[in-house]
């Protein structure tokens, strides 16, 4: 499903390169260079997305989200950024954006950022909390995870990675994403201390069943689907 | 030179003012009362005389000379003076000074009364009369007139020769700092010129110039060692990204010949990979900067220290496992919030434990703590690894200072410089201590009750 993406951002390299995969992706995307141009274009509204360079010429990235933010309009907004440090990440998020993504990036980092505030915006309230992916159902109340039949103990950490995956099911999901959002750190740890929680995590959903559920994407990340 | 003038003028009026304050004392307590009297009375006395002579003439002089109003004050004397300067009628002569001249006014000088031989200090007005004619009143001075005369011109001469003498020693005074101060001046220009290693002679005057002196030479010293220090960490941050660099191209070189698709996308991951990991060494290059300079105190949240330990011993407790070590978590000390950089601080906890895997794993257990002692927040791994003697810890804290032992195994040497600047960011320290065996790496904060 198409959505429609303001991409504000002065350097031709990175906008040409985001232009073209994202509407490779089906997504239609407007591409202006300057931030007083880009407030313009935002303040109407009318985008699912707007991926927002830090430094811009006329009117930096903190500033138009901040105009945005005090005009309520809540377009989700992904900050890019060459500023990389923790420091610089919080006052990103702080400053009132959704995702922050530090330069140079992947493709599939920034499409699967864009598709987690696709699906945040998306989520509506439902009779039904349950969250059910093939044959496995989680009951974010209760914290209680099943597949088939069969219960499955997860301790609380276990149990919020695996929240955050089904939440974005059939989505890719990437290790500094989970470390942000699971785990709520900014820093870029060393050692694949992520990569070893979610084969921990695999273990406990696939023992005794012969359908794979969590998935590696190469070079991305990973995927829970049926 | 003209700050070595204006030394000079300011040090001669300082002279001035401090002489002119003294004589100002000296006057005020010399100072007769009864000065001004006398010349009062012996100017109101002319003034009537010369009333009474207008009015009745000679003889209505004489009998005021004869008879005085008042018999108490047998000190009155009066005198009528023709314009040659003889004394017609009156009780007393005036001696003058050689060479003075007569005039209307007040003036204190020598007389001899009628009868006396002896001459007396005395306060005279001579007051103009028609024709030529004088009238002369005079009153006996106590003793001292002429003395408090003497010493008020000496006091004037003194006042003269006092700023002289000022004006001399400010002059000298400006010469010997002027030359004090050149000698700084010209080392400073020479330096400011790009020659670093010029120091200032250091003379053992025991003074001001000396301590001067010092510190400036000291401080030299250390903008010399910062710059020594920062040339070796540009030549071996440049030396360091060598490798990863000269490893990518090679991976790149490799990719262009590549024959079959499965080699290429192995390429490629490693190609992906040494970036990562150059883009890991810039940015916590960057870390270090911006912890350095502070730049974080305004994201300090307060939260548990604790929590935070605990935390990050679970998310490392699986790595532990795969490497067959086991990762445990120790607290002691009351539970209270700490008010700190909460990411960094977990940044600085995960490089440690990550050092504990990486240079001490080999099955032994990993102990991270959080202990409140007293006023010092303790939050740190401990390990059962080979340690660090105790002679290498500051090399091991330093930027790129890895020990050689470690060489072999990548990573820019860099994480414990950043756990270090973010001791600092919080006022504490990274304290490094034997662990007996192994190694205990901590940062110890000091809480704040603000």
């Known amino acids: 499903m198409g959505r429609k993406i303001l991409l504000v951002e002065d350097d031709r390299e990175t906008a040409g390169y985001l232009v073209r995969g994202l509407t490779q992706e089906g997504h239609s995307v407007e591409h202006v260079t300057d931030g007083q141009e880009g407030l313009f274009r935002a303040s109407g509204g009318t985008f699912d997305l707007i991926i927002l360079d830090r430094m811009l010429p006329v009117l930096d990235g903190l500033a138009v989200l901040r105009a945005l933010r005090a005009a309520n309009i809540a377009t989700p907004v992904l900050i890019l950024s060459a500023l990389a440090t923790v420091g610089d990440r919080i006052d990103g998020l702080d400053g009132g954006s959704d995702d922050y993504l530090v330069k140079p990036f992947s493709f599939a980092e920034l499409l699967a950022r864009a598709n987690a505030l696709f699906r945040r915006s998306d989520a509506r309230p439902s009779a039904d909390p349950k969250i059910t992916v093939a044959d496995m159902e989680i009951d974010p109340l209760a914290r209680v995870v099943r597949r088939g039949d069969k219960k499955i103990d997860l301790k609380p950490r276990e149990y919020l990675l695996l929240e955050y995956f089904a939440r974005n099911a059939g989505k890719v999901v990437t290790r500094t994403m989970l470390l942000e959002q699971v785990w709520d750190y900014h820093f870029d740890p060393g050692t694949n201390v992520i990569d070893v929680h979610v084969s921990r995590l695999r273990r406990k959903l696939e023992e005794g069943f012969d359908r794979p559920l969590l998935h590696t994407v190469r070079g991305a990340g990973y995927m829970l689907s049926g | ?450």
């Open chain 2, 1 to 450: 030179m003209r700050t070595s003038v204006r030394i000079a003028f300011l040090a001669g009026l300082l002279a001035l003012a401090a002489n002119l304050a003294i004589i100002g004392f000296i006057h005020l307590q010399t100072y007769d009362q009864s000065e001004s009297t006398l010349r009062r009375q012996v100017t109101q006395q002319a003034h009537v005389l010369a009333y009474i002579y207008r009015s009745g003439g000679l003889p209505a002089l004489q009998s005021a000379i004869d008879e005085p109003v008042d018999p108490e004050d047998p000190e009155v004397a009066a005198a009528l003076i023709d314009p040659s300067g003889r004394v017609v009628y009156g009780n007393f002569v005036y001696l003058p000074a050689p060479g003075e001249t007569f005039g209307e006014g007040y003036r204190s000088g020598l007389v001899r009364l009628q009868d006396e031989t002896a001459a007396h200090e005395a306060g005279v007005y001579f007051q103009r009369l028609p024709r030529g004619r004088w009238i002369a009143s005079a009153r006996i001075a106590g003793e001292g007139l002429a003395l408090r005369e003497t010493l008020e011109r000496s006091l004037l001469v003194g006042v003269a020769l006092s700023l002289l003498l000022g004006i001399a020693c400010g002059v000298l005074v400006a010469r010997y700092v002027g030359l004090r101060v050149r000698s700084i001046s010209e080392v400073a220009a020479r330096i400011g010129g790009g020659d670093m290693d010029q120091r200032i002679p250091v003379r053992q005057s025991g003074d001001a110039f000396e301590t001067l002196a010092r510190q400036i030479n000291a401080m030299l010293d250390r903008i010399g060692r910062l710059m020594d220090e920062l040339r070796m960490l540009t030549d071996t941050l440049a030396h360091d990204l060598r490798s990863p660099v000269g490893r990518l191209r090679s991976a790149a070189d490799a990719a262009l010949v590549a024959t079959s698709r499965e080699e290429l996308d192995q390429l490629f991951g490693k190609i992906i990979q040494e970036s990562d990991s150059l883009m890991r060494i810039l940015t916590t290059i960057l870390e270090i900067g911006r912890t350095e300079s502070f730049a974080g105190r305004n994201q300090f949240t307060s939260f548990d220290a604790a929590d935070l330990g605990a935390e990050l011993a679970e998310m490392y407790e699986p790595l532990g496992e795969e490497d067959g070590a086991s990762v445990k978590f120790e607290k002691s000390g009351m539970d209270f919030d700490f008010r700190g950089h909460r990411q960094l601080l977990a940044q600085a906890l995960s490089n440690l434990i990550e050092n504990a895997f990486n240079y001490a794993a080999l099955g032994g257990p990993i102990t991270v703590f959080v202990k409140r002692n007293r006023d010092r927040l303790q939050m740190g791994v401990a390990d059962r690894g080979p340690g660090i003697p105790a002679d290498q810890r500051e090399q091991a804290c330093s930027r790129f200072g890895r020990l050689d032992s470690s060489r072999s195994r990548g990573g820019a040497g860099l994480g414990l410089t950043l756990v270090r600047s973010i001791a600092h960011l919080h006022n504490g320290e990274l304290v490094l201590d034997d662990a007996g065996p192994g190694l205990i790496a901590m940062l110890d904060l000091p809480v704040r009750h603000d």
